[in-house]
């Protein structure tokens, strides 16, 4: 017998599919997600999928909020998508997303990253971008990005001089799409969607190994930054690297550089 969330699957496709009507070129987004939760076992990467599938949910259904029946239909996927995501979390409870991770250890300049989030949130689940003040964290601006979402794509809004370098490319005010290589833009999806959709705080850890057959750890940090204090709306992100690894000429994090997907590790903080 299926479990309860994948019955909730089927339902959603119902509903995408009787919302959708003239806008096929938003389905050419969400189809894609659906299937890949619909085929996938609960192992790594499906609570990440399934909330990269709820933010493309989203963004259909705003698009049809002038249609009549817009408010019926988005109303029930997201209902839809809560039980969804209960029942992964039912079947997958772990915080840290891969087989026998430990918690990732974060270094000095992430930890002081975090740190700083923390104290900018008062009372509230998350802070805005207005209280960040880079002013405060000058030691840290080389390692710190920030991140957008405009029309269902993720954009660096900002980036740190460090982290440019790395990846050996100007990245201010490019697509994720426009910079990463497939076989690591999935991954970078998949963390900035559970960041966007969700609130959430997350560690990643990926084990890369460069052309030349180099491997090396980078851990990445992504806080969610809200203006309304409910809609993740940016992204504090900060990357640390060993200092030992690359250089100007050979950049850590280049194009050819590639994700050792079985040792990759995510954490909710």
């Keep these: 017998m299926q479990p309860e969330w994948r019955a909730a699957l089927d339902r959603l496709a119902t509903l ?22 619909r085929a996938s076992t609960v192992e790594t990467h ?5 909330a990269l599938l709820a933010i493309r949910c989203r963004e259909l259904f705003d698009a049809l909020r002038e249609e ?34 430990a918690a990732i250890k974060l270094g000095d300049n992430l930890k002081a990253l975090l740190a700083y989030w923390r104290s ?16 405060e964290i000058p030691r840290l601006l080389p ?18 001089a460090r982290i440019e370098n790395a990846y050996g490319i100007a990245m201010t005010g490019k697509s994720i799409e426009e910079i990463l290589p497939q076989g690591r833009l ?3 999806q998949r963390t900035t969607s559970l960041t966007f959709a969700d609130g959430c705080r997350l560690a990643s850890y990926c084990p890369m190994i460069t052309a030349r057959g180099i491997e090396f750890g980078a851990t ?8 309304d204090g409910a809609h ?33 590790a995510m954490e909710i903080l």
Aim: proline letters at 6%.
């Design 16 to 37: 995408i599919e009787e919302a959708s009507g003239r806008h096929a070129h938003t389905m050419d987004t969400v189809l894609p997600s659906l299937e890949l939760i």
């Design 46 to 50: 499906v609570i990440a999928d399934a």
């Design 68 to 101: 009549r029946d817009a408010a019926r239909h988005r109303s029930a996927a997201l209902a839809v998508l809560n039980a969804i995501g209960a029942g992964l979390a039912a079947e997958h409870p772990s915080r840290t997303e891969a087989a026998g991770a």
């Design 120 to 135: 900018k949130c008062g009372a509230r689940a998350m802070p805005a971008r207005r209280d960040i003040d880079p002013a």
């Design 143 to 160: 390692w710190v990005m920030l991140l957008d979402a405009q029309l269902g794509r993720v954009r660096y809004r900002l980036v740190g």
């Design 186 to 188: 999935s991954f970078a």
């Design 220 to 227: 990445r940090l992504m806080l969610p930054l809200s203006d």
């Design 232 to 264: 993740v709306d940016m992204i504090l992100g900060g990357l640390d690297l060993p200092e030992d690894v690359g250089s100007d000429k050979d950049p850590p994090l280049g194009i050819e550089t590639s994700l050792q997907r079985d040792r990759f």
